[in-house]
């Protein structure tokens, strides 16, 4: 018999499973559960792009493109980002289609940290920085962000964490899981303690079309920012497109003609048919992405309200489509939290701590969902809450 335990990876042994999926399948054999758990858009993929898919398979288009991905979503991505958020990128050289933001992530560890780097990650944050962090032989420094200050990143935290070792930032915002944002002031300050080192950024802003009340803005955009910063995007979120795999990296040549070995050992190609899809997204695509945020933004209001009316405490999150209430007050753990209210309430939400180790006593709850299933799923978490109350 093989001793698999002699054969496996010893840095693959010691990642820890994701906190979110268990949740999944034990949803996934549940009648009648509402869903408020999984991060991805209600929404179908607008029809005009999926047509431009379909019609990408009807006219032949089924062999591998280019490595970095079709030369014209590559230039329509470059457009896009110039437009939106005045960002500069040579879209033959300084721009890659990836497979999701997740790919995009993974190639920027991958590509600037060395064993023994250290990255610092503020927490709570999307789950993958650290472990592939961790892949690299490189070490993830968390900063834990805090409630009273929305979870944003500030200079001092930054300053504090920065050593001889620090290789990179990620600055993962907006943000999953809280909704926070960080305002061109917060960005200023955090490019002021990163001038005159060499330290990279890599700014995962997935979430970039999804602010409410103000504008998205890029740390990329400030003065001197780009040339260290590893830009990540994607469709998949903004355009209702996870299904189709689709994300981008964009950043100094020298950094994104490394990506792109990588890419072309482990991917080859990202996939034909979502790259036609992709590049009617970003041609015609800025009106679909307007009404499903105008959508988000009212579900956002009416659940933060419905959230402080059955007494949970909850800072209102200006991005994405995430509430990260505290349950502090129930004398629940997250995770005993969840578990209860999905066993006896039938409602799915992840534990904060899913996200890191100062996530908990929070939960995260998403509402790319319908208004009826908020409505319902917020009924069956006062029951729930009131059920808490009555036995103390």
């Not at 064993?115 to 070490?139: H, M, Q, R």
């Not at 999953?176 to 917060?186: F, K, Y």
């Not at 200006?318 to 502090?328: N, Q, V």
């Not at 998403?366 to 109350?389: G, P, Q, V, W």
Request: proline share 4%; hydrophobic share 40%; net charge negative.
């Amino acid at each position: 018999m093989i001793d698999y335990n002699s054969v496996l990876s010893n840095n693959v042994k010691s990642l820890a499973p994701s906190g979110i999926r268990k949740f999944f399948d034990v949803l996934n054999e549940m009648k009648d559960a509402i869903s408020l758990g999984i991060g991805e858009p209600d929404f179908v993929t607008p029809q005009h792009i999926r047509a431009s898919g379909i019609r990408s398979l009807e006219e032949g288009h089924t062999h591998y493109t280019g490595n970095a991905g079709i030369l014209l979503l590559r230039e329509e991505i470059a457009k896009y980002l110039h437009r939106r958020f005045d960002l500069e990128y040579d879209y033959e050289h300084q721009v890659i289609v990836t497979v999701g933001g997740s790919e995009a992530i993974d190639l920027a560890i991958r590509t600037v940290v060395n064993p023994g780097d250290e990255v610092i990650i503020p927490e709570p944050s999307f789950v993958c920085y650290g472990p592939i962090t961790k892949l690299t032989g490189g070490k993830p420094i968390f900063i834990e962000t805090r409630a009273e200050n929305e979870f944003r990143l500030t200079a001092d935290e930054l300053r504090a964490a920065i050593t001889p070792k620090t290789k990179a930032l990620v600055l993962p915002y907006p943000s999953n899981p809280t909704g926070a944002i960080m305002e061109q002031s917060d960005l200023e300050a955090i490019a002021d303690v990163l001038r005159g080192t060499n330290i990279m950024i890599i700014t995962d802003e997935i979430y970039s079309e999804l602010t409410y009340g103000q504008k998205h803005v890029s740390i990329a955009s400030l003065d001197g920012m780009i040339e260290r910063t590893i830009y990540v995007g994607g469709f998949s979120k903004s355009h209702a497109m996870t299904g189709w795999r689709m994300g981008y990296a964009c950043g100094p040549t020298d950094i994104i003609t490394q990506m792109l070995k990588i890419h072309q050992y482990a991917i080859m190609s990202s996939p034909t048919t979502s790259q036609y899809a992709a590049i009617t997204a970003m041609q015609n695509g800025d009106s679909d992405v307007q009404n499903m945020k105008e959508e988000y933004d009212h579900r956002r209001r009416h659940l933060l309200s419905g959230l402080r009316a059955i007494g949970l405490e909850c800072f209102e999150p200006r991005g994405a489509f995430y509430m990260f209430p505290s349950i502090k007050s129930t004398g629940l753990s997250s995770t005993e939290f969840c578990e209860q209210l999905l066993m006896k309430e039938k409602v799915a939400v992840i534990p904060g701590n899913a996200f890191g180790k100062c996530g908990e006593g929070f939960v995260r709850i998403c509402y790319a969902s319908s208004m009826e299933n908020i409505d319902i799923a917020l009924e069956r978490m006062n029951d729930f809450l009131n059920k808490i109350k009555s036995k103390v």
